[in-house]
């Protein structure tokens, strides 16, 4: 998006205003702008913003969170619908409910969340160039800002809900993630906004218990391939590897992978380097844990999650080989929910595996333990319950 067409424009006392426009999901500028405040009823933000306008907000800022909550619950009254058809469906023709596609009800999940985020997203707010809020009863999310955006030299408009995200990332990275397969004194891990955060610790788990490859014993060196917040960086340097190479190209995880090693004391045992995918030497041990999902993200979080067409995934095996030294491993840290939602099968894995020149060692397997497991009334709640978190142990044939 160029400079010209990162600005929002519109009309607001015979005035025309033009401000930089500020999203981090890479959404383009609103074209249809309404001045709102607090006597906007939600019915009417509603109605508006399915038809496409977007709310810059002049009244207060408690009142436009209440607003927000207001269009969350409008916006949910679709799904519950469909759910509540879909059970009623189930009871009078049983066969006909399981016999919808996954892959189907994952696509029809993807559609109902893009329309929620739209209307959501339309609640707009006025930055002023030090970060603060011009508005009654505003917080203070001048360091929450400052993280993510910088120094500004103008004012700016951001959606509410990325403002809540950037207040709410400011908040976890002063807290910390607990991470329980560390060594006591140091389970602590910072996320920055944009990072995706290591929540789900089965799959650190995983790389805390499996066995460490004998090619360790020649050369202590580990590459941790799409390092994030550098979680399995720490796992591996606490088990006794001597040196890690993380890589990424996000800018947001790099900085954040090095402060969360700085953090840890692993500043000097664990180096972060900006590269796509493997750094230019051969490990004894190469681990990765990519997008789990084969779909296009629609924000750059979501990068964690969706990966087009398995391209990591893909570009990770096929290159892994040439890394590896003799009796070296690499480590795939993946779930099986895609193949859950038919969005790729365990043979086109295999057949990935196998086309690459590696054997699978040994298959290690958890289930996940988060709420969307027990959660009924998630679409995806059958492949969520039958997921399985794997560890593949992988060797050059």
Not at 138 to 162: I, M, Q
Request: glycine share 4%.
């Amino acid at each position: 998006m160029s400079d010209r067409d990162n600005r929002m424009r519109w009309t607001e006392e015979d005035a025309v205003h033009d401000v930089r426009w500020q999203s981090e999901k890479g959404l383009p500028p609103p074209k249809k702008v309404v001045i709102a405040d607090d006597t906007l009823t939600a019915d009417t933000a509603y109605r508006l913003a399915s038809e496409g306008s977007a709310f810059l907000w002049r009244g207060d800022y408690q009142n436009a969170k209440q607003l927000l909550q207001a269009l969350a619950r409008r916006a949910e009254r679709p799904v519950k619908r469909n759910r509540k058809k879909i059970a009623s469906q189930a009871k009078l023709n049983p066969d006909a409910v399981n016999a919808i596609e996954p892959k189907a009800v994952f696509n029809q999940h993807r559609q109902a969340q893009a329309q929620r985020a739209r209307i959501l997203d339309a609640i707009l707010i006025p930055l002023l160039a030090n970060h603060t809020i011009p508005l009654r009863r505003a917080p203070d999310a001048t360091k929450a800002c400052l993280e993510v955006f910088g120094n500004r030299a103008d004012d700016y408009v951001l959606s509410l809900r990325e403002l809540l995200g950037v207040i709410s990332a400011h908040e976890w990275r002063k807290k910390g993630v607990v991470i329980p397969s560390l060594k006591e004194g140091a389970q602590r891990l910072f996320p920055h906004y944009g990072v995706f955060s290591p929540l789900r610790g089965e799959y650190v788990e995983l790389v805390a218990m499996a066995p460490l490859p004998p090619a360790l014993k020649a050369k202590s060196l580990a590459f941790d391939i799409g390092i994030g917040t550098g979680v399995l960086a720490a796992v591996l340097a606490q088990r006794g590897i001597q040196r890690i190479i993380g890589t990424d190209q996000d800018p947001r995880a790099l900085d954040c992978a090095t402060a969360n090693m700085q953090q840890l004391g692993l500043g000097q045992q664990v180096e972060i380097l900006n590269a796509d995918l493997f750094p230019p030497e051969k490990a004894a041990l190469i681990v990765c844990n990519p997008p789990w999902l084969p779909a296009r993200p629609s924000s750059p979080i979501e990068r964690a999650i969706y990966d087009p067409d398995s391209a990591m995934l893909k570009s990770f095996l096929s290159q892994l080989k040439e890394h590896l030294l003799p009796e070296g491993e690499g480590w795939l840290i993946l779930s099986d929910l895609a193949e859950h939602l038919q969005l790729r099968s365990r043979d086109q894995l295999l057949s990935w595996i196998a086309e690459a020149g590696l054997a699978v060692i040994e298959k290690m397997d958890a289930r996940p333990n988060h709420p969307k497991v027990s959660d009924a009334s998630d679409p995806l709640h059958q492949a969520r319950k039958a997921e399985v978190t794997s560890l593949w142990r992988l060797a050059t044939v």
